[in-house]
């Protein structure tokens, strides 16, 4: 029996339910659609979106990421680097910009698995 890979499908943005259908529509690498989600998920049909507003508790993982990247990032520069503040500010905007697309996906993912109320069914249990 080949079963998938809890934390393997997690990190690569698969489906809860068969670990093989991918949540987003387009792959990271075209940024311009980082937050076009399947509906449903194209492999096994489970329903990726459970209720209108469902994700709205992502933005609180998503807060927090931002939180713990900007603040690491903030202090090492403030420590390590002598620059004028203003650059700190630019340095630390110019992060959050670049990081937003990774955190968003990474944290819809997180929300589905903790709290979409899928669960994996193996190939000999459908």
Known sequence: MNEKSYKTALLSGKCPVCREGDIFKYPFSRIAHFAEMNTYCPKCGALLEPEPGFYFGAMYITYAFNTLLLIGFGLTLYYFVDLPEVVYLILIALLAAVFTPFS???S??????????????SDSET
Do not use: E
């Open 104 to 106: 968003f996906r990474v």
């Open 108 to 121: 819809r993912v997180l929300w589905l698995y903790w709290f979409g109320g899928l669960h994996y069914k």
